[in-house]
């Protein structure tokens, strides 16, 4: 079968022929109709030092996908062939402390589908059927296949109460925009999104934000008296990963703030801890999806009319994949999706 493959350790990706991967008993067997490119198939593709750590070279990448079920093991049950499904690309081990109480989000012993073990970049993907999330009907393939970062965004804007609050937002990448677009759905009062590229603050402003700031021209502080908020945010998501971003979250927070922190710093990032401490503030770590609560979720936001179809900005061929990593590289370009039909 076709299948995107790091090949080499020097940046690129390359369209290879693989063997069509076997389900064990417990495994589904995946047809792959769209896959979408993450920041860590980006990471991957430029071989970054997290990337040489990590993959193991030849690796079929990817893991934001949907497809149909066309085969399966003998002990699956739940599901039948034919059925669209997408998939928790974190695979967990399922006798630790965490996995056993349910929260499996949290288990220590993780592997990651296209990470640690072969990707969906591929026609084929095998998963454990307990990974597999059925798409209904009225979800389209293009959002399905986006539902793996969309769980990111609605895992952190779910952490905490938004009816009401003012959130702030740092970083509208992908995850971000669609972070405010979920916390404008359900019921927050301004959402402002902080970043420095204007294609994406636009994105945002399109997806429901009450104001983007650009903070390389703009100063959030004057953004927040032109709002009326005379206090501070209630509720800040960190999307970013940038050291800066969050110091001047901190900031902008409330007291008695609470902040949910999804973006990935490059190395150990230092804050004012006194604010922390002086103002109560209440900070929680973001891993993946809580499984499948976040889905449950991401699905149900979606039939109660929440729309996130603009921030699929680009759709290419597989054979195009070049065009796709290289848009996505640019910084101009929402979610970028390759179809292999
Ligand atoms: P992204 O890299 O596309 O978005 C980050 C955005 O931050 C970019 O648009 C960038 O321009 C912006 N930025 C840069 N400097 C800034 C500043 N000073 N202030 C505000 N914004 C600034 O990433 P993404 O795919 O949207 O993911 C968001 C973050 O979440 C990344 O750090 C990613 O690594 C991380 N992530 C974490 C998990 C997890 O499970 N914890 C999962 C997926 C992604
Ligand atoms: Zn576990």
Redesign the pocket.
């Known amino acids: 079968m076709k299948a995107l493959s790091k090949l080499k350790s020097e940046t690129g990706i390359w369209l290879t022929d693989v063997d069509t991967p076997t389900p064990g008993h417990n495994d589904l067997l995946i047809k792959i109709h769209k896959t979408a490119i ?3 198939d980006m990471h991957i593709y430029n071989w970054d030092e997290w990337s040489q750590k990590t993959i193991p070279v030849p690796m079929v990448v990817g893991h934001e996908y949907v497809g149909e079920v066309v085969g399966m093991g003998q002990e699956v049950a739940g599901f039948k062939v034919g059925d669209r499904v997408s998939g928790e690309g974190h695979i967990t081990c399922g006798h630790c402390r965490n996995c056993r109480a349910g929260r499996r989000h949290l288990c220590r012993n993780t592997y990651g589908v296209g990470v640690d073990r072969p990707g969906a970049f591929a026609e084929f993907l095998v998963i454990p059927a307990l990974n597999a999330f059925k798409i209904a009907d009225n979800i389209s393939d293009d959002l399905a296949s986006i539902f793996d ?1 969309l769980g ?1 965004a609605v895992h952190t804007a779910l952490s905490f109460d938004l009816v009401g609050e003012d959130v702030l937002i ?7 925009i669609m972070a405010a677009a979920v916390a404008k759905h359900i019921g927050a009062r301004h959402v402002v999104i ?4 204007e294609y ?1 603050l636009d994105l945002a402003r399109k997806m429901g934000a009450t104001r983007a700031v650009n ?1 390389a021209k703009e100063n959030l502080t004057e953004v927040m008296a032109e709002l009326g908020m005379s206090e501070g945010f209630d509720v800040g998501l960190e ?4 050291p ?2 969050f110091r ?1 979250m901190i900031a902008a927070m409330n007291h008695g703030g609470k902040i949910a922190m ?3 710093p490059a190395g150990e990032m230092a804050i004012d801890w006194g604010q922390v401490i002086f103002k109560g503030l209440i900070i929680k770590g ?3 999806r809580e499984m499948f609560e976040t889905w449950y979720k991401m699905a149900s936001l979606i039939q109660s009319g929440l729309d996130l179809t603009p921030i699929i900005t680009h759709q290419f061929s597989i054979d195009d994949f070049q065009k796709g990593f290289d848009t996505m590289g640019s ?1 101009a370009s929402g979610k970028v999706i390759l179809n292999w039909n």
């Open positions: 993450c920041g860590t970062p990111n740092t970083g509208a990448g992908p995850i971000g902080t970043d420095i590229n994406r903070v999307m970013s990963g940038v800066v971003a001047d999804l973006g990935i973001i891993y993946g910084g």
